[in-house]
């Protein structure tokens, strides 16, 4: 998992660089010759996607850096917990439903990668096989009970939650 995320990170820092760095220039290069640059939109465009590339990278270098602090020896073996992979019954719908609780920018719920900052990944924390539990969402709650898990350790890190 954090490999995954890593990957993605680094993606994007390279390709908001290359847009930085030739994209961009470019981009001004050809406004500015357009002449008065006072009433120029294209050249205000991208001055301000400029600003914006450069603020974006930033943030990404610092996910990264908090990401290489994450020690994934605290994560508990018994409980649910980061990178753990849940089967749960939603009593709502009388279904079985599989989650991965991961790290806030790797979510992504079509994939069944549920963010542990989220209401539910924040609900299952803790929890244990045959735990019965109630998460407040924004639309009510939902009930589920926890069929089976396994953590990060069991898995063996960057595993997809649909293996």
């Known amino acids: 998992m954090k490999e995954r995320l890593e990957r993605k990170l680094k993606q994007q820092v390279i390709e908001l660089d290359r847009e930085l760095r030739i994209e961009l220039p470019r981009q001004i290069k050809l406004a500015v010759a357009l002449g008065d640059l006072s009433e120029n939109a294209e050249y205000h465009a991208a001055l301000e996607r400029q600003t914006f590339v450069r603020a974006r990278i930033g943030q990404i270098r610092k996910r990264l850096a908090e990401l290489a602090l994450v020690n994934w020896g605290d994560i508990p073996k018994d409980r649910i917990g980061l990178g753990s992979r849940v089967v749960l019954y939603e009593d709502e719908t009388e279904s079985e439903i599989t989650y991965e609780l991961v790290l806030p920018d ?58």
């Open 106 to 163: 790797d979510g992504d719920t079509a994939q069944g990668r549920i963010s542990i900052a989220s209401p539910i990944g924040k609900g299952l924390m803790g929890h244990r096989e045959g735990d019965e539990v109630t998460i407040r969402i924004p639309s009510g709650s939902k009930e589920y009970e926890i069929l089976k898990f396994q953590t990060v350790h069991d898995l063996g890190g960057d595993q997809n939650p649909k293996d």
